[in-house]
């Protein structure tokens, strides 16, 4: 088994955690941005500290990080940054399992971006089985009660967040592998750490200077909520530097791809933990997601 693939699934199981708390925080304490921003609040020290540390040890020092790399790095942390907010506005709106399927039309979406950013395609099987993913992600999209054609599903609000969302974090992907591979011959571990860090302290800078000009009860209501907030950036770390290390070794579209296995995860947690009844269709849709990460793993 090739070694992005469990790194991806875990980097898949620890972003659904952070989902988890996230949901929980935007519908308790903490508003869509103060939800955002705790993730990098509490996320981007750990980092920069842990890097420090191994760099440090291994007597390592840190390459020049030239123009291409930070117009990478920075354009993916902006476009993750207006992802989250839309992801955790989503949890608003429909279930958390639901939300997250939006979301995945990050997929497909992943295919056209690495193709027109790094010239990265993906074979003819490997795309069967992203299409097959994109069907399940179809099947979600209406409203539940709604007696209406499937398409007018696409056209709610629900649905026009999760779409965003999805090309935002395909960029953000892209890039982000862009930044990486920039650093030259470095190991996988240490490039996805060096790419980590630059954005995540980016990331932290910017929105916490935009909460201090726009909303500072904000900025006081995630300090408050630190004993949540913090285990929301230990597992965005964790799940961070999972994808930074599968976008080193692997095209953003497979990565994307397998790491809906997170679905599977999300559904459990929609039904374990927030008490959340999933209907016959939403149950079909995740599990053709399901079966589209499954021949992924044997076309790849």
Do not use: H
């Not at 790399?69 to 993916?76: D, K, P, R, S, V």
């Not at 490997?126 to 599903?153: C, E, N, Q, T, Y």
């Not at 374990?272 to 044997?298: P, Q, W």
């Amino acid at each position: 088994m090739s070694l992005w693939i469990p790194i991806t699934i875990a980097a898949a199981f620890f972003q659904t955690l952070r989902f988890m708390l996230q949901k929980s925080l935007s519908t308790t304490k903490l508003s869509t941005a103060g939800a955002t921003f705790s993730r990098f609040a509490y996320s981007a020290p750990i980092v920069v500290v842990l890097l420090a540390i191994y760099m440090t040890t291994t007597g390592q020092t840190l390459p020049t990080l030239g123009a291409a790399f930070w117009g990478y790095a920075l354009t993916g942390g902006l476009s993750q940054i207006l992802a989250t907010m839309l992801v955790v506005a989503l949890f608003k709106q429909r279930n958390f399992a639901v939300g997250i399927s939006f979301k995945k039309t990050e997929v497909i979406q992943a295919v056209a971006f690495g193709l027109l950013i790094l010239g990265e395609g993906v074979s003819w099987a490997g795309f069967g089985a992203i299409m097959l993913g994109l069907i399940g992600v179809l099947s979600l999209s209406k409203p539940p009660g709604d007696a209406g054609p499937w398409w007018r599903g696409l056209t709610n609000r629900a649905a026009a967040f999760g779409l965003g969302s999805g090309v935002l974090f395909a960029i953000s992907g892209v890039t982000y592998r862009a930044a990486s591979l920039e650093l030259g011959g470095l190991e996988p571990g240490l490039r996805a750490g060096i790419t980590l860090a630059a954005v995540a302290s980016s990331q932290m800078i910017a929105m916490g200077g935009w909460l201090a000009w726009r909303d500072r009860d904000e900025l006081r209501a995630v300090w408050t909520a630190r004993r949540t907030a913090l285990w929301v950036g230990v597992f965005s770390m964790g799940g961070s530097f999972c994808w930074f290390v599968a976008f080193t070794l692997q095209t953003v579209a497979y990565v994307k791809a397998l790491g809906q296995v997170e679905l599977i995860f999300s559904m459990l947690a929609s039904v374990l933990f927030f008490k959340e009844r999933m209907t016959m269709r939403e149950m079909v849709g995740i599990a053709l997601l399901g079966a589209s990460i499954l021949l992924l793993v044997l076309v790849t």
